[in-house]
């Protein structure tokens, strides 16, 4: 009981905790072929990983560096291609004043000061959303999940102009440009 308190404020699901990617520098360093695509598919050689099992350990030791991402063991250090985001949010809930998450791998999330939402535009014109999971990895949040965050969205005044955004945990989140709502 106590392993899925503590597993959960780290931001797992419960049950599984994090291995500690961040202290591991293996001496082995290299690449594989796995590419995690925008839309939160996992392929090895160009064919997609079925195993949900599998996939969702290797969500668990994911490391990103400066120079990209890698999957990180205590022996070596293999980096991958990401072609957005190595997750995706696919549900979010209201609990109380805490806007919760889950991700594609089984993450639970709760945006706040630690775990941002951030919005970009894309070179279509559309918005980008993310959710900050861990250590610098991020989810994209998917578009129906994305529309929940718009639907509960609340105008404020900001230094730029009146701005929707939503709350959670004590921060407070833009989710599109200023004025944007006025449209």
């Known amino acids: ?23 591991w520098n293996p001496a082995h360093s290299g690449e594989i072929d796995i590419v995690i695509t925008s839309d939160g598919r996992w392929l090895h050689e160009g064919a997609v990983i ?3 099992a599998l996939v969702r350990l290797f969500s668990t030791i994911l490391r990103k560096d400066p120079d990209g991402v890698y999957l990180v063991t205590p022996v070596e ?14 549900r979010v809930d209201r609990e109380g004043g805490d806007l919760k998450f889950l991700t594609n791998v089984g993450d639970e999330v709760t945006a706040g000061p630690d775990n941002a939402i951030r919005v970009e535009v894309g070179e279509d014109g559309e918005p980008r959303p993310y959710l900050h999971v861990r250590r610098g990895l991020e989810a994209l949040i998917s578009r129906p999940v994305f529309y929940e965050l718009v639907d509960l969205a ?15 945990n004590g921060a407070w989140f833009a989710v599109g440009p200023p004025g944007a709502h006025l449209s």
């Open 50 to 52: 079925y195993r949900e």
């Open 154 to 168: 609340e105008p404020r005044d900001t230094p730029d102009g009146e701005t929707l955004g939503v709350s959670s």
């Open 1 to 23: 009981m106590a392993q899925a308190a503590q597993s959960q404020q780290k931001g797992q699901a419960p049950g599984r905790g994090l291995p500690p990617v961040h202290l």
């Open 77 to 90: 250090k293999l980096k991958i291609t990401v072609e957005d985001a190595p997750f995706l949010a696919v």
